[in-house]
């Protein structure tokens, strides 16, 4: 058994150390295989290490730089800017810091991956100044804040007064549109009216004929004519039975005669013509301002009939809103209840047609009746004619019964249009229906003078002295935001703003305030609905920007004192107010913000006075009333402004609004281009800070170049480089590579 043993291990011996060596070439082979293998395998895990940890450190060196930010900035304006240490200097230190050994440390420990830092640099990827930054970090700052502070100071307070307001806004701008067409539509019938006494004028005047009696100079008639024209007849015939040589006897009566009657017949003959030309066109353009005046008369019911679906939908979209958080508004009474009856009053201006017709039908009477006097007149001067060509006594019964026709024709016409001229009378007193114009008439007097007194309280504004230093500041600040638009390639479409046209007249102010609240709501409506993001550009100014404290035109509205508010209109002190409208001068935006605050006072004041006035029964009194008391109370409200900063919303909600929630509601009316508001936005912070935004990153891209030394084999890795198998390339014994991170705020 000993021996087997022996033999066995014998033979082992002999397999491990024969002569020939091919088992041993054989296990060389595959042991320099895996050395190879496992030497490629450990530098390519090398290698993918020494990516990540040099991109891990790229991106926490690109963090760093960002963490070196203006503070001021920050805290001034809530915007993330580059400041402070140079960025390419925190970049390349964070880098060797993370990644470099020093030499002291490696002779303690193994370094498994030493890289080596060969640059380090970093390059602006984005700047404040572009329109898409500003406008991501003004969205990220206002989400959170704006909605809680809009909806709880503004919009809640409004709630209520909605539908009130949409019914005031509807009966003033139908109201305002009757009553244009109705005094456009009275105009004309009067002007119609007119005509028609003209035209009797016309044919009764005794300037023009005295027909009854018919007269010539020397108070000659026909009647007398005819009179007298038996004696005539008995002349000629005297006369013309002499025999040839005798003396006529009245050769002379017989003259004056023909020439009386022939003299009469002239004049009558050519005011005949006159009068029937003359009178029928006067009808005729009577007729015409009829017309016109029914088609004025069609388009007022087509205006009322329309009024309701007028109405802007923005209201519907705030009323009976239960904004999250807010407390109950308290209020009194229903104005929106009160209100909905008074438009349809504006039924009382339409004349119904059976009106227009009657009248149609008595301007054609009337040139009938005409026509029937100068027909009968045309008989008798054919009689007198005949009469007067062949004498006869028979024709006296004649001429005195034509005679007769003409003065029943004449007195007829008389009779009613002008002594007594009863269709006249009648038709004045329905044209000019005197007891409302009256009373219209007193109210429009009232209601011009409060205008006035309004009007010179908000036009103080414009005539503020020009101070150069204001406007070289907005000369400043106006190129800076046209920098800003050309840099962020929106020159093309720059427009400077226009100061709307002051309006003419109480009632012109009104229809522009309603309109104004329509556009207004319409603002707050899509706010609620689809929160567009002007709306946080706005919230935005009104919380970081200045304005115009409203106690400063004190002085201005009490005795128009001018000289202390030169100084301050400077930019600084409104820069609301130029976000909001735009305007490079140190009045112009001013202007703008206290007119409009002007004009939603006077309509949230003319919604109370129309339901105060409603008692007075007739629209446009209602309307004129409404607008005497809305003046009276909107001025009172600017005071209380230029007193408290505040006035109360209304005497149904009973609620206190700052000057700065109603910069606040404008923002959500002048949407306008959204590149120009935050291009304004941008300029306001240039010109406040002294930077340029454009300059200013929010966003790097660094860039490092970093290498690492290879254990083993570099040529094959440098051959797998080839085959693009690495992200870097082999130099050398080194493996280098670049790794490119980017970030922002």
Do not use: C
């Not at 002294?690 to 891209?701: A, E, F, R, Y």
């Amino acid at each position: 058994m000993n021996g087997g043993r022996a033999l066995k291990k014998n033979r082992s011996s002999g397999l491990l150390f024969e002569q020939n060596g091919a088992v041993t070439i054989f296990a060389v082979i595959v042991l320099s295989t895996l050395l190879l293998f496992f030497s490629v395998l450990i530098d390519y895990a090398r290698i993918a290490a020494f990516h990540m940890m040099s991109e891990d450190a790229a991106r926490s060196g690109t963090r760093s730089v960002l963490s070196a930010y203006d503070s001021w900035l920050y805290e001034r304006y809530g915007l993330f800017g580059r400041g402070g240490t140079e960025g390419n200097k925190i970049f390349e230190d964070v880098m060797k810091g993370n990644n470099e050994t020093s030499g002291s440390s490696s002779s303690e420990r193994f370094n498994l991956i030493d890289i080596k830092v060969e640059s380090a640099v970093i390059q602006p990827a984005s700047v404040l100044g572009e329109h898409p930054v500003l406008k991501r970090q003004i969205q990220e700052e206002m989400k959170y804040k704006a909605p809680i502070d809009f909806t709880l100071e503004v919009i809640a307070k409004f709630t209520p007064l909605a539908q009130g307001l949409k019914e005031s806004s509807n009966a003033v701008q139908t109201l305002e549109q009757l009553r244009k067409l109705y005094e456009k539509r009275e105009t004309l019938l009067e002007q119609g009216l007119k005509l028609q006494e003209l035209a009797v004028d016309a044919l009764i005047s005794s300037e023009a004929l005295p027909l009854v009696p018919v007269t010539a100079a020397g108070g000659i008639t026909f009647a007398s004519l005819a009179n007298g024209y038996s004696t005539y007849v008995g002349q000629v015939e005297y006369d013309s039975s002499l025999r040839k040589g005798e003396k006529a006897s009245f050769s002379a009566e017989i003259a004056q005669y023909r020439s009386d009657v022939w003299g009469l017949i002239n004049q009558v003959r050519s005011f005949s013509n006159l009068l029937e030309q003359r009178h029928a066109k006067l009808l005729s353009d009577a007729m015409t301002k009829l017309k016109e005046a029914e088609r004025l008369n069609v388009q007022m019911q087509s205006v009322l009939n329309s009024a309701n679906s007028s109405a802007s939908a923005g209201y519907d979209g705030v009323a009976g809103k239960k904004v999250p958080g807010s407390n109950t508004v308290p209020t009194t009474g229903d104005p929106a209840k009160e209100l909905s009856e008074i438009k349809k009053s504006g039924q009382q201006l339409i004349r119904e047609q059976r009106w227009f017709s009657d009248y149609t039908t008595e301007l054609t009477l009337q040139g009938i009746r005409n026509t029937a006097v100068t027909s009968e007149l045309e008989q008798l001067i054919g009689r007198w004619s005949g009469a007067m060509s062949t004498p006869s006594v028979l024709n006296q019964a004649l001429l005195v019964t034509v005679q007769g026709d003409a003065v029943v024709a004449y007195r007829d016409y008389e009779q009613r249009y002008s002594m007594p001229g009863l269709t006249i009378i009648e038709r004045r007193k329905s044209v000019l229906d005197s007891s409302i114009k009256d009373q219209l008439a007193q109210q429009e007097q009232k209601k011009q003078s409060l205008w006035g007194q309004a009007n010179r309280m908000m036009q103080g504004l414009a005539s503020i002295p020009n101070n150069p230093d204001h406007n070289l500041i907005f000369q400043k600040v106006q190129d800076r935001y046209k920098q800003n638009l050309i840099y962020n390639q929106q020159a093309t479409g720059i427009t400077e703003p226009k100061i709307q046209g002051q309006a003419r007249n109480a009632n012109e102010a009104a229809e522009k305030s309603a309109s104004f609240l329509d556009g207004l709501f319409s603002g707050m409506s899509d706010m609620l609905m689809q929160s567009r993001d002007y709306f946080y550009y706005g919230e935005y100014a009104v919380n970081r920007f200045s304005f115009f404290e409203p106690q400063q035109l004190r002085m201005l509205m009490e005795n128009g004192d001018v000289e202390g508010l030169a100084q301050t209109t400077s930019f600084h002190n409104q820069e609301m107010e130029y976000v909001l409208y735009g305007f490079h001068d140190p009045v112009g935006n001013l202007i703008a913000a206290y007119g409009e605050l002007f004009a939603i006072r006077l309509a949230i004041r003319t919604m109370e006075g129309l339901i105060v006035s409603r008692s007075l029964g007739h629209p446009l009194l209602i309307l004129s009333a409404a607008l005497i008391y809305g003046l009276e109370k909107t001025m009172e409200d600017i005071l209380s402004f230029t007193y408290n900063g505040s006035a109360p919303l209304s005497k149904y909600v009973n609620v206190d609004l700052t000057y700065t929630d109603y910069l606040r509601l404008f923002m959500l009316l002048h949407g306008g281009k959204e590149e120009e508001r935050v291009g304004r936005i941008i300029a306001v912070i240039e010109q406040s800070t002294g930077l340029t935004l454009t300059s200013i990153g929010t966003g790097i891209t660094g860039e490092t170049k970093v290498s690492m030394k290879l254990w083993f084999l570099p040529g094959i890795m440098e051959m797998l480089g080839r085959m693009d198998l690495l992200q870097g390339k082999v130099v050398g014994n080194r493996y280098e590579t670049t790794q490119t991170v980017g970030s922002s705020y």
